[in-house]
């Protein structure tokens, strides 16, 4: 029996009308609620308005993370003094700033974004996890279009960082990739989704539960 991941995040809260049903799974499982931000893109589908996210933030007990894409991501990875954007209330902060992968200088300037912010960083890789510490990866060749990867790389050792898997998966699959990744007993990671977890484009409480159900079990 593979070790279960330490939470689940789901991507893409996009409405204040799904606080209630958040805060209801969140009492019974683990959970981090990611947030896309992208000012160019507010308001847009995935991409809730800036009312909409206050709303969300403003709700107690509930843990999130901020998922900057666009223009703001270039900026945190290559001239992070430049970024503007709020980030009051969020916990972690993913820097989805390119396909290619993030250069030694990207990633100390994602790690002192987040400092200076007092959040935990996050950065996408595409292959084995690396080995830096200051900052959390997240393993993901999908980018958001629910497409699986061949194989899934290794955890790090105990001493490594903190790292994540994502890419296609679902209230179907999850049992099965959580097989295929065969984390073990003891170790710390967390698995994301969000396309997966969506239903005729938007995001759908009912498929979180059922991923949450098919990895934890019934609550206790």
């Known amino acids: ?27 019974r499982y683990p959970i981090e609620w990611g947030i896309l931000l992208d000012p160019a893109k507010s308001g847009d589908m995935l991409f809730p308005d800036d009312e909409t996210v206050a709303r969300i933030l403003a709700v107690p007990g509930l843990r999130f993370a901020a998922h900057v894409c666009g223009e703001q991501a270039r900026l945190i990875a290559d001239d992070p003094a430049s970024a503007e954007l709020p980030l009051a209330g969020f916990q972690r902060v993913q820097v989805n700033h390119g396909f290619s992968g993030s250069s030694p200088e990207q990633v100390a300037n994602v790690i002192r974004f987040g400092r200076t912010r007092g959040l935990r960083a996050m950065l996408q890789c595409l292959g084995a996890f690396p080995a830096d510490t200051g900052l959390d990866w997240l393993f993901d060749t999908s980018f958001g279009t629910g497409k699986a990867p061949d194989q899934w790389p290794a955890l790090p050792p105990a001493s490594g960082p903190f790292c994540g898997y994502s890419g296609g998966i679902r209230p179907e699959n999850v049992a099965q990739i959580l097989d295929a990744i065969a984390a073990p007993a003891g170790s710390q990671y967390w698995i994301d989704m969000e396309s997966g977890v969506r239903s005729d484009g938007r995001f759908d409480l009912g498929r979180c539960e059922q991923v949450c159900r098919a990895v934890y079990g019934e609550p206790a």
């Open 1 to 27: 029996m593979p070790q279960c991941p330490a939470f689940i995040a789901f991507t893409g809260v996009d409405s204040a009308d799904l606080i209630e049903g958040m805060q209801a799974l969140s009492r």
